[in-house]
C-alpha cells in the first residue's frame, strides 16, 4: 500500500512512529470527456481568462475571495509554514467510548502501522487501548487540511478515522419539509416493527454489492466486444395508498419458508393411524359378511383399492333377494 502519511502518535510524554495508509479504495468507474467528432479525450487546460494564456503551475497561486471578485493571495511556503508543526504528530487529546460517536461525523478510514523502531511502543498503546475499550481522539493535519480524528483498535492493527469538526455538521432544523405533529396508526406501527424485526440479521458486510458499479462494468465489456446493449425499460414507479396492505405484504414476503420434511417425530403418528385404520377395515369384513363376497365378486374386473371398492348399492341389491322370493 501507498504510504499517505508519515509521523507519530503522542500521548502524553510517549511517542509512538507511525506510517499511514488508507484503508478504503474508490472504487468508482471514471470516465472521460470525449470529442463526439473525432474520439478524442478532452483535455483540461489551466487557462486565465483574463489574459486568454495557458498558465503553468509555478504561475498559480492560492487566493481566497472575501468579496466578489477580490481575493487575498497565499504562496505555498506560507500555508506549508502555518501546519508545519502539527502535520508530524497525531495528538491524542482524550480518550472516549466509540458509542458516543454519531456516525455522521465519520470521514475516511486509515491504517496505521508502527515506524522505524516504534514497534514496542506501537503494541503498548494496541493493547492499552483494546483492554480499556477506549478509542483516541485525536487531531492531525492532512496534505495541508486539519481534521479532528478517532484512533481505534481493529483486530491487530490502529485505524485512525478522519472525523469533522462540529461546526461542518449542518443542523438538523435545515431540513426542509420534516413532519411535524404526524399521528402513527397503532396497527401500522406494530406490523412495521414486525418486519423489521423479520429483516434484522447480523451484519454482514460482504453480502452488500455495488449493483450500479457490477452493472456499469458488464455495459463496458459488451461494448468492447461489439456487442448490442437492449435495456429493459424501468418499472413505473406507484405511490403507496394503502399502507397497510404493503406492511402485511411485505411481512408475507420475508416469512421463512415452511418445512416440507415432518422428520421422524410425525412416522409415529401416522404409523398408529395405519393401524387403526386397518383395525376399523377388519371389524367391518366380519360386521358385513355378504358385503365381503359382493367385494370378492367384482375383484375380478374392478382396480379399485380395497378401502373404496365395497360400494353401497350392491349391499341392498344383495339383502332384498330374499324377500322377492
Same mark, same amino acid.
Given at each position: 500500500? @501507498?504510504? &499517505?502519511?508519515?509521523?507519530? $502518535? #503522542?500521548?502524553?510524554?510517549?511517542?509512538?512512529?507511525?506510517?499511514?495508509?488508507?484503508?478504503? /479504495?474508490?472504487?468508482?468507474?471514471?470516465?472521460?470527456?470525449? @470529442?463526439? &467528432?473525432?474520439?478524442?479525450? $478532452? #483535455?483540461?487546460?489551466?487557462?486565465?481568462?483574463?489574459?486568454?494564456?495557458?498558465?503553468?503551475? /509555478?504561475?498559480?497561486?492560492?487566493?481566497?475571495?472575501?468579496?466578489?471578485?477580490?481575493?487575498?493571495?497565499?504562496?505555498?511556503?506560507?500555508?506549508?509554514?502555518?501546519?508545519?508543526?502539527?502535520?508530524?504528530?497525531?495528538?491524542?487529546?482524550?480518550?472516549?467510548?466509540?458509542?458516543?460517536?454519531?456516525?455522521?461525523?465519520?470521514?475516511?478510514?486509515?491504517?496505521?502501522?508502527?515506524?522505524?523502531?516504534?514497534?514496542?511502543?506501537?503494541?503498548l498503546l494496541l493493547e492499552a487501548m483494546r483492554d480499556t475499550g477506549k478509542i483516541g481522539i485525536a487531531k492531525i493535519a492532512i496534505r495541508s487540511k486539519s481534521s479532528l480524528a478517532a484512533i481505534r483498535v481493529m483486530e491487530g492493527c490502529l485505524a485512525i478515522e478522519t472525523i469533522f469538526y462540529p461546526d461542518e455538521i449542518r443542523p438538523i432544523s435545515q431540513v426542509p419539509n420534516l413532519p411535524e405533529n404526524v399521528q402513527v396508526n397503532d396497527k401500522e406501527l406494530t406490523m412495521a416493527k414486525m418486519l423489521i424485526e423479520q429483516l434484522s440479521t447480523p451484519f454482514e458486510p460482504e453480502k452488500y454489492t455495488d449493483d450500479y458499479r457490477e452493472g456499469l462494468l458488464q455495459m463496458i465489456e459488451q461494448k468492447v466486444a461489439g456487442e448490442e446493449i437492449s435495456l429493459a425499460p424501468a418499472k413505473p414507479e406507484t405511490n403507496v395508498i394503502d399502507l397497510m396492505a404493503a406492511l402485511q405484504a411485505s411481512i408475507e414476503a420475508v416469512k421463512p419458508p415452511v418445512a416440507t420434511d415432518p422428520g421422524p417425530a410425525a412416522a409415529a403418528p401416522a404409523k398408529r393411524t395405519r393401524k387403526t385404520a386397518a383395525k376399523k377395515a377388519k371389524a367391518e369384513d366380519e360386521a358385513a359378511p355378504v358385503a365381503g363376497k359382493t367385494k370378492k365378486a367384482g375383484a375380478d374386473h374392478e382396480t379399485a383399492t380395497p378401502t373404496v371398492a365395497v360400494k353401497p348399492k350392491p349391499k341392498r341389491r344383495t339383502a332384498t333377494k330374499p324377500e322377492a322370493k
Open positions: 500500500m @501507498h504510504t &499517505v502519511w508519515k509521523g507519530a $502518535i #503522542s500521548f502524553g510524554l510517549v511517542h509512538v512512529p507511525v506510517k499511514m495508509f488508507s484503508a478504503t /479504495e474508490n472504487k468508482d468507474i471514471s470516465m472521460k470527456y470525449i @470529442h463526439k &467528432v473525432c474520439g478524442s479525450p $478532452i #483535455s483540461y487546460v489551466r487557462r486565465c481568462p483574463a489574459c486568454d494564456v495557458d498558465v503553468n503551475w /509555478e504561475d498559480i497561486s492560492r487566493g481566497y475571495e472575501y468579496e466578489k471578485g477580490k481575493y487575498v493571495l497565499f504562496e505555498k511556503e506560507e500555508l506549508e509554514q502555518l501546519s508545519a508543526n502539527a502535520e508530524k504528530t497525531i495528538k491524542i487529546i482524550d480518550f472516549v467510548d466509540l458509542k458516543e460517536i454519531d456516525p455522521i461525523y465519520f470521514q475516511k478510514t486509515y491504517y496505521l502501522a508502527p515506524d522505524q523502531a516504534g514497534g514496542n511502543a506501537y503494541q
